[in-house]
Each structure stands twice: as C-alpha cells, then as structure tokens.
Antibody, heavy 117, light 109 residues
Framework: EVHVVEAGGGFVQPGGSLKLSCAASGFTFSASAMHWVRQASGKGLEWVGRIRDKANSYATGYGASVKGRFTISRDDSKNTAYLQMDSLKTEDTAVYYC????????WGQGTLVTVSS | QAVVTQEPSLTVSPGGTVTLTCGSSTGAVTSGHYPYWFQQKPGQAPRTLIYETSNKHSWTPARFSGSLLGGKAALTLSGAQPEDEAEYYCLLSYSGTSVFGGGTKLTVL
C-alpha cells in the first residue's frame, strides 16, 4: 500500500524559513520523481516544483513564483523528499501537498503553512 | 511561464457525457506535454485520474477517458454519476517545469 505523508507545516513570519518533509512508501521511491503542489484557501492548485531521480541527476524544477526562494531535495535512504522554503511571503500561505504523480499517482493529505505577521 | 486554460465550469446531466479541455498558451498540446488530470472534491486532497494523456490508474472509473482533441488535452466523462461532481485540474509539463490549469468545476445536475 502506498503512503505519502507530509510534515513540518506551521506558522511563520514574513521573511522567515520553513522546511517541509515528505515520507513515502509502497513504491520505488528512489526511481521516482517527487512533486510539491500547493493550494491557497479557496483557490486552485499551483505547481511548486519537483525533483527527479538519481538516473536523471536529481534535476529540479520550480514554479515561477517560488524560483530562487524554494529548494527541493531528497534522501533516498530515508524515502523522503524535502521542501526548503526561504524568504517566505504572505502569499505563500497554503496547504502544501507532496505528490508522486508517476508511477503511483498518490498524493499526501497536505500540510498547512501560514505566513503572517 | 506558459498559461494553461480550462473551462471555469461545466454542467452535465446524470448519465450524460461531457468533455473538459486543457489548452496551452504556447500552442497545441501534444503527448510531449504529458497531460495529467486530477479530481478534487471539497475538503479532500486531489487524486490522480489520468496520466500521460490517456492512461488510467487502477482506481480511475472506466467512465473517464483522456485524449488529445483539437490541439488540447481532453478529459471525457461518459455516463456521469452524482459522485463525479468535483473540481478537475489538468497539469502540463514544459521544459523543466509544469503548470496547472485553473480548474473546471463540474456540476452533475
């Protein structure tokens, strides 16, 4: 059975940092790309970024609104992906989902990040 | 950054057929954009319905199908059920990045 579980959300002031983690099981994590997607309250889905697998040199890609501020990494020995968020803005407030879009198609339940003074 | 467009809302009658589309500001959508479709119901995390244009997961109801149609990615629902009322999002891949459409709110009425 596949499990994807995010952790690390919380409250942070503008300009601050936060690191989310995503623990996965039930599929070959080390051979899979992992994505981060966010959703502000009442809004649509926004692609945050992804990290590919070792065979693809752990290549990362980011959405325009977070590029240069967010960094995705992974530890295949722990089947865990991470989202380091720096220089946070109030508009980064959202539920953050970790997703293995392919091959499992599974989403985590999300973790809420609130950026406010 | 590319803009991905979806119909904001659609309505289908129970048992009816409806097609949701997903267009790209860069031109025709092709299989090289690896179109994905996701379903999200209120208060729930999204779930993946279709991957890479037309492939289904084990949990995807047979009444959903994905295709390319008229330069867009398309999600067709044949035989709509009340439980299909939800928000549907497409995702397209571009060189190193991906972009979601704004979503289509599907009403079954």
């Amino acid at each position: 059975e596949v499990h994807v579980v995010e952790a690390g959300g919380g409250f942070v002031q503008p300009g601050g940092s936060l690191k989310l983690s995503c623990a996965a099981s039930g599929f070959t994590f080390s051979a899979s790309a992992m994505h981060w997607v966010r959703q502000a309250s009442g809004k649509g889905l926004e692609w945050v970024g992804r990290i590919r697998d070792k065979a693809n040199s752990y290549a990362t890609g980011y959405g325009a609104s977070v590029k240069g501020r967010f960094t995705i990494s992974r530890d295949d020995s722990k089947n865990t992906a991470y989202l380091q968020m720096d220089s946070l803005k109030t508009e980064d407030t959202a539920v953050y989902y970790c997703v293995n879009i392919y091959p499992s198609g599974y989403w985590g339940q999300g973790t809420l990040v609130t950026v406010s003074s | 950054q590319a803009v991905v467009t979806q119909e904001p809302s659609l309505t289908v009658s129970p048992g009816g057929t409806v097609t949701l589309t997903c267009g790209s500001s860069t031109g025709a959508v092709t299989s090289g954009h690896y179109p994905y479709w996701f379903q999200q119901k209120p208060g729930q995390a999204p779930r993946t319905l279709i991957y890479e244009t037309s492939n289904k997961h084990s949990w995807t109801p047979a009444r959903f199908s994905g295709s390319l149609l008229g330069g867009k990615a398309a999600l067709t629902l044949s035989g709509a059920q009340p439980e299909d009322e939800a928000e549907y999002y497409c995702l397209l891949s571009y060189s190193g990045t991906s972009v979601f459409g704004g979503g289509t709110k599907l009403t079954v009425l």
